[in-house]
């Protein structure tokens, strides 16, 4: 199918295609491309990826799905103005931002839509399939980074937007990445087909900040065997996550990930809740406090204070790129089902594996190397 048969081109659709995370996505991609930055934060541009057989970042063609309008060099200049995205670079690359931007299709569902479930994943299945065909693709992987959705459905409610998309990513033949906590693939509905599918899929809910830091103490307070007490976290944020989180129940899907890895790590549930507070004034910047107490020889009471102070969307847009060429060489490769050896970049992974970051690595880098050495069998893990 590909237009050169020694590089193969691959598409990555993005759902959420002119949000923050997106707009950082395409521009660092193509500032990156052109030696305007060096690929910080990209894990799969150290070494332990040199010889894993990813495709380069100039071959990544990016479109995708989004129920806004605002043309994605506009988003790149709002970026910009708050200081996400540095001086000059929406500049320096606004081709390759124009070029994404024509790729964009309109989402849905839209308010008022009265497009039947199978007649919005139909048309999201064409839009894809159309992307890839026009541009002879080897391969397209759909990544979602749509705002998150409320965390619980009633029975009988119609299916989310997430899976409505998962489901035409597996129509249209598509390896799947989940960056948010929305219930996408997992749905029931959708992980049968998934499962008959033949694709690979990786997910839930990238890793980037607060959740981080826990999977690494998590293990640290185990392994030290000092029994944490409590573990409370608050997190100030704006942008449109913050907006999107002010909702209860979509704050509870993201939360349920970050208390899932203490419990994993720390084999108990220890007191103290999460919050998360929207702060429109800071944007994208995200200001995320934990506080542990916990106890020390003899019963010596004592605490660890965190304070992680981020740029959400340059947290996030290195590790979109990493799953894309990740989950695009898999697919490759033949690889089918859940991509548990992504563990490394998700708070919720599916196809389980360990919860501390340093195992998470190990098996991430074992995964790498086996792609290096897999052509088309399936074989890799
Ligand atoms: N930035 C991080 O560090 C991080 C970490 C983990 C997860 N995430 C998740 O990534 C997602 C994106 O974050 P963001 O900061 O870019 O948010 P954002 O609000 O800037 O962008 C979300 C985009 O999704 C679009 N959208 C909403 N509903 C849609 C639908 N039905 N179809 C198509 N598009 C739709 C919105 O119009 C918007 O452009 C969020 O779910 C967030 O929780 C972000």
């Given at each position: 199918?590909?237009?050169?048969?020694?590089?193969?081109?691959?598409?990555?659709?993005?759902?959420?295609?002119?949000?923050?995370?997106?707009?950082?996505?395409?521009?660092?991609?193509?500032?990156?491309?052109?030696?305007?930055?060096?690929?910080?934060?990209?894990?799969?541009?150290?070494?332990?990826?040199?010889?894993?057989?990813?495709?380069?970042?100039?071959?990544?063609?990016?479109?995708?799905?989004?129920?806004?309008?605002?043309?994605?060099?506009?988003?790149?200049?709002?970026?910009?103005?708050?200081?996400?995205?540095?001086?000059?670079?929406?500049?320096?690359?606004?081709?390759?931002?124009?070029?994404?931007?024509?790729?964009?299709?309109?989402?849905?569902?839209?308010?008022?839509?009265?497009?039947?479930?199978?007649?919005?994943i139909t048309a999201f299945t064409d839009d894809i399939r159309d992307?890839?065909?026009?541009?002879?693709?080897?391969?397209?992987?759909?990544?979602?980074?749509?705002?998150?959705?409320?965390?619980?459905?009633?029975?009988?409610?119609?299916?989310?937007?997430?899976?409505?998309?998962?489901?035409?990513?597996?129509?249209?033949?598509?390896?799947?990445?989940?960056?948010?906590?929305?219930?996408?693939?997992?749905?029931?509905?959708?992980?049968?087909?998934?499962?008959?599918?033949?694709?690979?899929?990786?997910?839930?809910?990238?890793?980037?900040?607060?959740?981080?830091?826990?999977?690494?103490?998590?293990?640290?307070?185990?392994?030290?065997?000092?029994?944490?007490?409590?573990?409370?976290?608050?997190?100030?944020?704006?942008?449109?996550?913050?907006?999107?989180?002010?909702?209860?129940?979509?704050?509870?899907?993201?939360?349920?990930?970050?208390?899932?890895?203490?419990?994993?790590?720390?084999?108990?549930?220890?007191?103290?809740?999460?919050?998360?507070?929207?702060?429109?004034?800071?944007?994208?910047?995200?200001?995320?406090?934990?506080?542990?107490?916990?106890?020390?020889?003899?019963?010596?009471?004592?605490?660890?204070?965190?304070?992680?102070?981020?740029?959400?969307?340059?947290?996030?847009?290195?590790?979109?790129?990493?799953?894309?060429?990740?989950?695009?060489?898999?697919?490759?490769?033949?690889?089918?089902?859940?991509?548990?050896?992504?563990?490394?970049?998700?708070?919720?992974?599916?196809?389980?594996?360990?919860?501390?970051?340093?195992?998470?690595?190990?098996?991430?880098?074992?995964?790498?190397?086996?792609?290096?050495?897999?052509?088309?069998?399936?074989?890799?893990?």
């Amino acid at each position: 199918m590909s237009a050169s048969l020694s590089r193969p081109r691959v598409g990555v659709w993005l759902i959420g295609a002119r949000g923050s995370v997106a707009t950082t996505v395409v521009t660092g991609c193509a500032a990156v491309t052109a030696g305007l930055h060096p690929p910080t934060g990209m894990v799969t541009e150290t070494p332990a990826f040199t010889d894993s057989r990813l495709p380069a970042l100039s071959d990544l063609v990016f479109g995708g799905h989004d129920t806004l309008d605002c043309p994605l060099p506009k988003r790149a200049e709002s970026l910009t103005a708050g200081g996400v995205l540095p001086a000059g670079v929406a500049t320096a690359v606004a081709s390759e931002l124009a070029a994404a931007e024509r790729e964009i299709r309109p989402g849905g569902p839209t308010p008022g839509d009265t497009r039947s479930d199978a007649e919005l994943i139909t048309a999201f299945t064409d839009d894809i399939r159309d992307f890839t065909h026009r541009h002879e693709l080897d391969r397209t992987v759909v990544v979602n980074v749509a705002s998150t959705e409320p965390a619980s459905r009633e029975a009988g409610a119609p299916l989310p937007a997430s899976t409505l998309y998962a489901l035409a990513a597996l129509r249209a033949g598509c390896p799947y990445v989940n960056f948010t906590p929305s219930e996408g693939m997992n749905h029931p509905v959708a992980a049968r087909e998934a499962q008959l599918s033949g694709l690979p899929y990786a997910g839930r809910d990238g890793k980037t900040g607060q959740t981080l830091l826990r999977a690494v103490l998590g293990p640290m307070f185990a392994q030290r065997a000092l029994r944490v007490r409590a573990w409370s976290g608050t997190n100030l944020l704006g942008g449109g996550d913050g907006a999107a989180l002010a909702d209860p129940a979509a704050a509870a899907a993201k939360n349920a990930g970050k208390e899932r890895v203490l419990a994993d790590t720390l084999g108990t549930v220890p007191e103290g809740e999460v919050h998360i507070d929207d702060v429109p004034a800071l944007g994208d910047w995200k200001t995320a406090w934990d506080h542990v107490a916990f106890d020390g020889f003899l019963g010596t009471r004592m605490v660890l204070q965190t304070i992680w102070q981020g740029c959400d969307s340059a947290l996030a847009a290195p590790l979109v790129l990493d799953l894309a060429r990740l989950t695009a060489r898999a697919h490759e490769a033949g690889l089918s089902g859940p991509l548990g050896a992504l563990g490394f970049y998700f708070k919720d992974p599916v196809g389980g594996g360990p919860s501390g970051l340093a195992e998470q690595y190990e098996e991430l880098v074992r995964f790498a190397r086996s792609l290096g050495h897999t052509e088309g069998t399936g074989e890799a893990r």
